[in-house]
């Protein structure tokens, strides 16, 4: 495992620091990238009423549910301290003398960072004491599923995305930042990311699904994702073939977007796709979309898709009115920021927000882990068990310890 280096005890130390002090911190990984950063809000959370702004001025990692609720609110996480494994320093992001209630915090921060930066300190970190862990059973799930399919052939909606929850009891030694770095050794074109925000509690996920991304070349990208197949050493990308029930639940995402676009009357798009893509132990379907920025006049086009985006029929369905409702009557949990989205913004002029799948999140002394499935017509309730077991592979393997 090639996790050691100068900046792990940075980053172990920075985190725990935060976990110290009640402050959010946020650690992630682009896709195809090999720096690691992390930002550190010093003014505790903030709640946002609306999706982030990802044009503003603000500069930070949002954390937003697949609903917003009293127990999930929109979390932003702003930039005041943030570090990069590259570079290996801390960067301040405001001035001290501009800011004088952040002088004696930021000495506590500073004391107690240098005291344990040469321990394993990541072994604690925020946990959401407002809800509490629940597992889905299989017989509970095949029955949803079989009444999804049954909706769809009484021409309720056309699909819905369907998903459980398992839990996994933590080893007691069980360090934080030593999960998110074999996530990051081992998925490297996914979007990997550890979240902490005291009273919400504490996610990590390894996500293949870009929601709404602006670069610093102001291109603007999304991607329908959808239709699931297992990687194997006979059947790779390249040889991959789709059934009719994969194909429709992606171009359905795909209609899904270009309406979004429709919608605000964009036509100066390209799309490419689909074609298909790794995820881990997965293979999907994916199309790209993007806009080049600075020839349409659409300034604010990041918020407005993200706005209209969230949540897409790849995490809910379509149409989403009915869909979503079946999902609250009959999924029996709560998502919370399982399907939301996350991701750095305005951090080093780029935005990148995430769909939050292949997640977890920690409790005291478990892990429950995510995942859903498509459901249409031709869904079979046990093979949509099977592929949610199979993308909750992602997250399960940093949980068990390898045997020596
Ligand atoms: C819902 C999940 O994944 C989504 C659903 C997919 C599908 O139904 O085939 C594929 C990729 C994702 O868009 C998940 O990972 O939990």
């Given at each position: 495992m090639t996790l050691e280096g100068d900046y792990r005890n940075t980053l172990e130390a920075l985190f725990a620091t935060a976990v110290r002090f009640n402050l959010p911190v946020a650690v992630w990984r682009l896709p195809d990238s090999a720096e690691i950063k992390l930002c550190l809000s010093l003014r505790g959370v903030q709640t946002l009423a609306t999706v982030p702004h990802l044009e503003g001025g603000l500069s930070g990692f949002a954390f937003y549910p697949f609903q917003i609720t009293g127990n999930n609110p929109a979390a932003f996480i702003n930039a005041d301290i943030t570090f990069s494994s590259l570079s290996s320093k801390l960067k301040f992001n405001f001035k001290l003398n501009e800011n004088p209630e952040y002088v004696a915090l930021v000495k506590r921060l500073q004391e107690y960072f240098q005291k344990i930066?040469?321990?394993?300190?990541?072994?604690t970190w925020h946990v959401n004491r407002h809800v509490l862990p629940t597992e889905t059973n299989k017989p509970d799930f095949m029955t949803v599923v079989a009444k999804a399919v049954r909706a769809i052939e009484d021409g309720l909606f056309e699909k819905v995305v369907l998903s459980r929850t398992k839990a996994y009891p933590l080893e007691t030694d069980f360090n934080v930042l030593q999960g998110f770095c074999q996530l990051q050794a081992k998925y490297k074109n996914a979007f990997v990311s550890l979240v902490s925000i005291p009273e919400v509690g504490t996610w990590m996920g390894a996500s293949p699904e870009i929601l709404v991304q602006i670069n610093s070349k102001k291109l603007f990208k999304t991607v329908a994702l959808a239709g699931t197949q297992p990687l194997t050493p006979e059947i790779n990308p390249a040889k991959a073939r789709w059934g009719q029930k994969e194909i429709e639940e992606q171009s359905m995402v795909e209609r899904y977007i270009l309406n979004c676009f429709k919608s605000i009357r964009l036509r100066e798009y390209t799309e490419a796709g689909p074609r298909t893509v790794v995820a881990g132990n997965l293979m999907h379907l994916r199309t790209d979309f993007t806009v080049?920025?600075?020839?349409?006049?659409?300034?604010?086009l990041g918020t407005d898709m993200l706005t209209l985006l969230h949540p897409t029929s790849a995490v809910c369905g379509m149409p989403k009115q009915p869909a979503t409702e079946f999902i609250y009557q009959?999924?029996?949990?709560?998502?919370?920021?399982?399907s939301g989205f996350l991701g750095p913004v305005q951090v080093d002029g780029e935005s990148h927000i995430f769909v939050n799948l292949r997640c977890l999140q920690l409790f005291e002394d478990l892990a429950l882990l995510y995942a859903g499935a498509g459901i249409t017509a031709e869904s079979e309730p046990e093979k949509e068990w099977q592929e949610t077991k199979l993308k909750m592979e992602t997250m399960r393997e940093i949980m068990v310890k390898k045997k020596k």
């Open positions: 930066k040469d321990t394993r300190s990541a072994t080049d920025m600075t020839q349409v006049p659409f300034p604010k009959n999924e029996g949990y709560d998502r919370a920021y399982y």
